[in-house]
């Protein structure tokens, strides 16, 4: 028998009518299952909404027809099981508030502080850092908006390039060349301040 | 400025600007966007969430990878701990469908819940007469119209290509015995055989039989099997239409002395 881990790398991808639904649940379970597990559920709840959504999957099959839908209506379901899930669980609910990316944010409430903390107790260079902050921050406000969503997905989110060509839907190049631009904007609204610093 | 610097700037409009995130997208934008069906306005109000919703945004990562997602760090493991079992799956699912159909016989029902009532139907006439089909051919067997009379026959199902229900136990007490092996779907091929592979190994080919025709209702009849080619123990019976690997039974022979 295969190993489960290497179940649904196939690379044909029949349609609906020609898969039976052992085979339908062998090809997709594992995606879902690592779909639900990427969201920080714990085992049990991975293994009960994944099969919350063959239920429902498996349920609507008689109605599909096209291969090309097949794909992105499981994942449909997925993701509104996902959804239902993090209204009605306690644990989901309390990741999705908190929400991973709002945790340094708390920390790092004063920057300078951050920047400063192993240099030295200077006041005046802790003005300066303060104030080349705020500055950033103005400038950052002052880019358009795909220049800014860009920069966001970049430095606050950490992206590759490749991940915010997906999430954006435009080419690499041009995510790259967005990246110049506000790093050129940048540099205009903070003058020599700017520094080297590319993205 | 330092990258860091220019990081935490970023981080701390961020945080701002998520405090007036308006709701999430629902999967059916998430989707709509990726196949590229909005709006460019519609498009641009999603792009502007994503920059602010790490959430959101790994969902359109994952939907654009899917199905070939890879797990990520953090994720509970191993893969195989988290997939339910396809068995308990499918009960519930038999489970489910006479109760809906009983309650959808009330009053009048809308066409999508007729549809079901149908399906649910259809699934219960099939299963009475698949029961009655496989009943006639026990009988048959037993007659010694399909195969040799007297000799028992046993029942192997698969659940899917490579899915082994568990192991089953063959214990015969006669010279030969017949299999009858259920496959989930045999589709249609030229040539269908069946090769027993030693259960410790998993490699020895112990017996092969080619030429092998399914029933229409795709039963695999193996009739007439000497206790003398199969050797007591654990085998793998592995089905093949043409080269493609059908199903795996696991079964363990033993057999008790001839009276």
Redesign the interface.
């Given at each position: 028998m295969d190993d489960p881990d290497s179940m649904g790398r196939h690379d044909q991808k029949p349609a609906p009518g020609e898969m039976t639904p052992a085979e339908l649940y062998q090809r997709y379970a594992p995606s879902v299952a690592k779909f639900f597990a990427n969201r920080q559920f714990s085992r049990e709840q991975v293994q009960d909404l994944t099969q919350d959504t063959f239920l429902s999957v498996l349920r609507g099959l008689k109605g599909l027809r096209s291969r090309e839908r097949l794909e992105a209506w499981v994942f449909k379901i997925a993701a509104n099981k996902w959804r239902n899930a993090c209204r009605d669980w306690t644990t989901a609910r309390s990741y999705f508030r908190e929400g991973v990316a709002d945790k340094p944010l708390e920390a790092e409430e004063d920057p300078a502080a951050t920047e400063d903390r192993h240099r030295s107790d200077n006041p005046l260079r802790i003005t300066l850092i303060r104030e080349e902050h705020r500055l950033l921050r103005e400038a950052l406000a002052e880019l358009s908006p795909p220049l800014q969503n860009v920069v966001l997905l970049r430095l606050d989110q950490n992206l590759s390039y490749e991940e915010i060509s997906t999430v954006l839907r435009i080419p690499t190049g041009t995510v790259k060349s967005r990246l110049n631009s506000a790093v050129r904007q940048l540099r205009d609204a903070l003058g020599h301040a700017y520094g080297e610093v590319s993205l | 400025?330092?990258?860091?610097?220019?990081?935490?700037?970023?981080?701390?409009?961020?945080?701002t600007a998520?405090r007036h995130l308006g709701p999430?997208p629902?999967?059916?934008e998430?989707?709509a966007?990726?196949?590229?069906e909005l709006s460019s306005v519609q498009?641009?109000r999603l792009?502007?969430h994503?920059?602010?919703c790490?959430?959101c945004?790994?969902?359109?990562?994952?939907?654009?990878a899917?199905?070939?997602?890879?797990?990520?760090v953090?994720?509970?493991?191993?893969?195989?701990?988290?997939?339910?079992d396809?068995q308990?799956?499918?009960e519930?699912?038999s489970e489910?469908e006479p109760v809906d159909a009983m309650a959808q016989t009330r009053g009048s029902l809308p066409w999508r819940e007729k549809?079901?009532v149908a399906?649910a139907a259809s699934f219960f006439l099939a299963t009475v007469g698949l029961s009655y089909r496989v009943n006639t051919l026990e009988q048959r067997l037993v007659k010694g119209e399909v195969a040799r009379g007297n000799v028992p026959l046993f029942t192997l199902a698969a659940?899917?290509?490579?899915?082994?229900r568990g192991q089953e136990q063959v214990s015969v007490s006669s010279d030969r015995f017949n299999l009858m092996l259920f496959v989930?779907?045999p589709g249609s091929y030229k040539d269908y055989s069946l090769e027993a592979v030693s259960g410790r190994d998993q490699r020895s080919v112990i017996w092969r039989l080619e030429n092998l025709v399914p029933t229409s209702e795709g039963i695999f009849l193996i009739s007439d099997v000497s206790r003398r080619e199969l050797p007591p123990g654990p085998y793998l019976l592995r089905l093949y239409g043409g080269a493609k690997r059908l199903a795996?039974y696991q079964v363990l022979f033993q057999y008790d002395k001839i009276p």
């Open positions: - | 400025v330092t990258e860091d610097l220019l990081r935490n700037a970023t981080r701390k409009v961020a945080a998520r999430h629902s999967p059916e998430l989707i966007y990726q196949a590229g498009e641009e792009q502007a994503f920059a602010l790490p959430d945004t790994a969902t359109v990562l994952d939907l654009g899917f199905p070939n997602l890879e797990l990520r953090g994720a509970p493991g191993p893969l195989k701990d988290l997939i339910p396809w308990s799956v499918r519930r699912l489910e549809l079901l399906v659940e899917g290509v490579d899915r082994i989930a779907n795996e």
